[in-house]
């Protein structure tokens, strides 16, 4: 039997639940209806009173869950799509991000976003907003890219007293499984190898370290190219000690990320590369990112918009070939 993304995502929610009477969730349609995505589906029959549903205002959901953290609660909002986190991110980020610095007291709420891309979900539902929440001091941003940090880092985020953006990939929610929920339990802001190699650096998060992962696999069969692959877990924090140690093997780096390509998570891990790595490169550094377009609601065209294994594999190519 087997456990996938979205059960790892509900279990742990059960398990705050159930162990931290401070935990209550919020959201819109989360408690009759289980949420968009499932993800608290029978929690409101467990625990009546502190699955709630919440008005469509992500505004009015966001300044509760700080208002309720203040008094020493421990929220988690679910957000339906990662794209409406727009309509919050005054609240988020101008007060829940500062109100420690300004007052010494911490804002501990856990903003859940279903994250990233899947076909036919088209410019509104498919964005990847972790780097737009990075920028700001006082925020964490955790990106799970396994089912055992899916659980554990929802566990670790809601134990923190930062506020916490969770961004969990829509499209590992059903198609990722593992056999349980137990993984090798590193902390948020410590990166994962999740592939050795001595070639090349491929330096990602979320959804695309599977994505990268069959590049390395299918290069390794082509040409023997062995591929490193990082997963960097949280984005801020930022584990650039691991990113520059796997560059001093590889002597290559490839940030590949799939949101959009200006600015964000690939053009920061290459900027701290070659700031403070440039003499362990071989090679100029390289960034692979969704096209810079809206992402678009035909499935053909949303594959050829995001990266892939095989255009991954031909930026690794290039990358390898200088």
């Known amino acids: 039997m087997s456990v996938t993304y979205i059960d790892a995502i509900r279990e742990a929610q059960e398990t705050l639940l159930r162990e931290d009477p401070r935990v209550f969730l919020y959201g819109q349609d989360i408690a009759a ?22 008005p469509i205002s992500e505004d009015a959901m966001a300044g509760l869950a700080i208002g309720a953290a203040l008094q020493g609660m421990r929220p988690i909002i679910e ?27 911490p804002v501990p709420i856990t903003v859940r976003l279903p994250s990233g891309g899947t076909a036919g979900s088209g410019p509104f539902h498919s964005q990847s907003m972790e780097a737009i929440y990075a920028h700001y001091p006082g925020v964490v941003v955790v990106t799970p890219a396994t089912v055992a940090d899916a659980y554990s880092m929802l566990i670790e985020s809601v134990n923190l007293d930062d506020p916490v953006i969770f961004c969990e990939h829509k499209f590992l929610y059903r198609w990722l499984k593992a056999k349980s929920f137990q ?14 190699g001595r070639h090349a650096t491929v330096v990602t998060y979320s959804a695309m370290v ?26 801020k924090p930022l584990d ?23 600015g964000g998570v690939t053009a920061e891990v290459v900027s701290r590369v070659v700031a403070d790595g440039f003499h362990l490169l071989e090679a100029p550094p390289m960034r692979l990112n ?4 809206p992402v678009p609601y035909h499935p053909k065209l949303w594959a050829a918009h995001r ?10 190519r290039k990358l390898l070939s200088y």
């Open 183 to 196: 993984g090798d339990g590193l902390p948020i802001g410590k990166a994962r190898i999740t592939r050795m």
């Open 290 to 293: 969704s096209r810079d377009t």
């Open 33 to 54: 209806f289980g949420g968009a995505f499932k993800a608290t589906k029978g929690l409101a029959e467990m625990f009546p009173d502190r699955v709630l549903d919440a």
């Open 210 to 235: 599977h994505e990268a992962v069959r590049a390395a696999e299918r290069l390794q069969k082509e040409s023997g190219w062995e591929i490193e692959v990082v997963d960097l877990r949280s984005v």
């Open 307 to 316: 990266p892939t294994p095989e255009s991954i594999c031909d930026s690794l």
């Open 79 to 105: 957000m339906q799509f990662a794209d409406f986190s727009s309509i919050a991110f005054n609240q988020i980020v101008n007060h829940a991000a500062t109100h420690f610095y300004r007052t010494g007291m």
């Open 240 to 262: 650039i000690d691991t990113v520059l140690a796997s560059v001093a093997r590889t002597g290559r780096l490839l940030a590949l990320g799939e949101a959009f390509p200006w």
